[in-house]
């Protein structure tokens, strides 16, 4: 008898917009389209049960919820205390657990919903993006062992002195992955509209397949490929406190993609996954005097203007002039040329050049570390299809190539089928 | 400067209904419609507060929303437990609250919303018709000093395991009226869509006019007229803790009616208010045996059926043999029927007649415990209408006569005039 933590998003609770094709009239009351998805999970939940496991069941908003009330907010006022804002979040998830146990009980199985307050969920006294600093799990131990499922509440918590909390951006990833640590739970399963973490995205390269087993790491790496299925901090949290997790679909009862602790066989795989990311753009700063502190000047001022920047390349030329450039993500782009152009100008650089039609593919694997030549067999593949290559950038376990835009499918392609082979055979 | 409870109700907040026609397409959300509500009472509010009150803030949910939700919960289960009902319903008043800080803080007054349980309201361990145990108002008190206005949440309470409980009907006036007692408030004020308690509904006689001050005791007679205006159970509460109540428009700042302690003044009014209830139906049980018990009998086999039973009269006749009749609610006719007829053949009655087309009116004054005649000039009035009194009914402050329902209008109107002179003379 296993004890797993089942967590089950917006999109399995009434899917962002479907709600009006079935009723109209009540977008978000959608009642019937609403119940039908209700009931769905609580079969999944009664399954489980029914093989003799507990289930301890973590949920968010229902599809467009969050969204809703944001937009009511706004219509209210421009200027949203964090306060405030977290106290009208926490009701979309408050909303779900009430129906979900509702749900469960409806299917013949006992439950109790319990809003991040209760289940003893305290995070540090800061709003919209607070972090948990320690869950009290004698409530969720009490439950479970009175043979009822509790029904968490996601994305919330509470301070000590008992002030509503959102944990932000996968908060309710982040919740199941917390009391999956805090309970010692065996599993942290996420049910999803996908079959699991793919190696690659199927839209753009239909060889891509569904990974078994991936380490924590690498998922991290893929974090960009992953976006839409899990968050990294989730991830991360659940690397630190060895929690195994399953992606898997909430459609059918077949098995995932598990992220674990990485394994010796994992090694095996050389590249785990090819991922990539479109809403890359490119600045160039050229001809900047070679001398100690001008990148430090440029990402100084760049960081101050609260700019990620991605990829940095600093090329000393044997003019005895510096080109760097750099990638940030497309919203920051238009800041980050204006900003550089400004640097430029008074470090008495050449010029500043910027693109925005660039993207970033990237092979991922923790078989790297152990396996020569990765890189090159990548550069191999992009040249044989006359992809040319405009940055580079490699971790432990990860290749990254800047490209132009309109290569990228085909760059995708071609490296996934480069090291398909390698992989296939580990899949086994 | 005084310390004020202002209580809006979900109509202050959106009507019912009426927000589809400012956006058909989000009937709940419809978000300008949502926002000029609350900009309107953050500017009732902030006019208080320029005006040198302190204020606190009680609301309901959103128009229609309690009723959406027991909605979607019906689509989900035909089972509701009463635990989850109460998790689901508190989410309704909670984003009300938020929403509510947001818009006061947007008017440029400091607000903080609070819940139930954050306020301190501590129920009875009951789900969906909690009474009120203690309130701890160091919160509020702290809000208040720091110059904040707090918004709390009505209808909803916790336990002391931190259970989320709702009050039941008429909850949100009854967390005014206890939060008011608690703090000591100097008064309570209900913002409703109407100017005031009035001596009769003007829809029925056009010479219903406002009632400037009136005792808890005939308020609560007149609840049958008020119970679109104020709940019963509050007004108890209020009358209890001696809390002033003040029940105004929410469209205008005129004032409205003070529900006070009764005032020496107060008798010099003979009828403070006509009240009428259409809803009524008529049992008459007749030739029954002439016994001790029989009484018992019939309303103990009522009352196990949880019908409410209002008027009653027995009348023993000369021939030795007893006529019951008694009024109910109409909704409980039908059942009320079938059980008198089983008791009537049982005790060897002789007949049960129904009536579903009768009425009753009411005079209410604290005025009549010191004038005598009140209730021959009710009967002159009416039989100068030609209507014919079926039932008669007086407590001490109160004459009620079963009458026609289609004579209804006509005696209000008639009971009203009668009477309408000794008033102006008093309300002036």
Redesign the interface.
């Known amino acids: 008898m296993s004890l797993i933590v089942q967590k089950f998003g917006g999109d399995a609770l009434g899917d962002k917009g479907k709600g009006k094709a079935r009723n109209g ?5 959608g ?2 389209f ?2 039908d998805k ?2 769905h999970i609580a079969q999944i939940v009664k399954r489980n049960r029914d093989a003799g496991h507990n289930v301890i069941v973590v949920v968010s908003a229902m599809g467009d919820a969050t969204n ?2 944001i ?11 964090a ?3 977290d ?2 979040m ?2 979309g998830e ?2 779900s ?3 979900m ?3 469960l ?2 299917a013949g199985v006992p439950a ?2 319990m ?1 991040g ?2 289940v003893g969920i305290i995070t540090e006294n800061v709003f919209g993006k607070a972090r948990i600093r320690d869950i009290n799990a004698t409530r969720l131990e009490k439950a479970i062992e009175e043979g009822r499922v509790p029904v968490v509440a996601g994305f919330q918590g509470a301070t000590e002195e ?3 909390t959102t944990l932000g951006r996968g908060g309710s990833d982040i919740t199941a992955v917390a009391i999956a640590a805090a309970i010692k739970a065996d599993l942290c399963e996420f049910y999803k509209d996908v079959d699991g973490i793919f190696t690659t995205d199927p839209r753009v390269c239909a060889d891509a397949h569904k990974i078994d087993r991936i380490s924590y790491d690498e998922m991290l790496e893929l974090a960009s490929l992953g976006a839409g299925v899990l968050q990294s901090r989730s991830v991360e949290f659940a690397k630190n406190y060895n929690v195994p997790l399953h992606v898997r679909s909430y459609l059918h009862d077949g098995p995932g993609t598990f992220v674990i602790p990485e394994e010796k066989e994992m090694e095996d795989v050389v590249v785990s996954g090819v991922a990539f990311n479109r809403a890359e753009a490119k600045v160039e700063i050229s001809g900047l005097p070679d001398r100690p502190g001008i990148a430090a000047d440029v990402f100084g001022r760049i960081g101050e203007a609260n700019i990620v920047v991605d990829m940095i390349i600093q090329d000393s030329g044997a003019d005895g002039l510096n080109d760097i450039t750099f990638t940030v993500n497309v919203d920051d782009y238009d800041q980050a040329l204006d900003i550089s152009k400004t640097i430029c100008k008074e470090l008495g650089g050449r010029e500043v050049i910027g693109n925005k039609d660039i993207a970033k593919v990237s092979a991922v694997g923790v078989g790297m570390r152990s396996h020569a030549n990765v890189a090159s067999r990548m550069f191999k593949a992009l040249a044989e299809e006359g992809i040319n290559i405009q940055m580079i950038s490699t971790s432990e376990i990860k290749v990254s190539c800047v490209i132009n835009a309109d290569d990228l499918d085909r760059a995708v392609q071609a490296i996934h089928k480069a090291f398909q082979n390698d992989k296939k055979a580990a899949t086994v």
Not at 71 to 81: E, F, K, Y
């Open positions: 009239d009540e977008p978000l009351f009642a019937q609403i119940a209700f009931a809703r009330l937009a009511m907010a706004n219509s209210i006022s421009g200027n949203l205390p306060r405030e804002m106290m009208l926490a009701t408050q909303q657990i009430a129906l146990a509702i749900a009980e409806a109790c919903s809003t307050s209760q008992l002030e509503f």
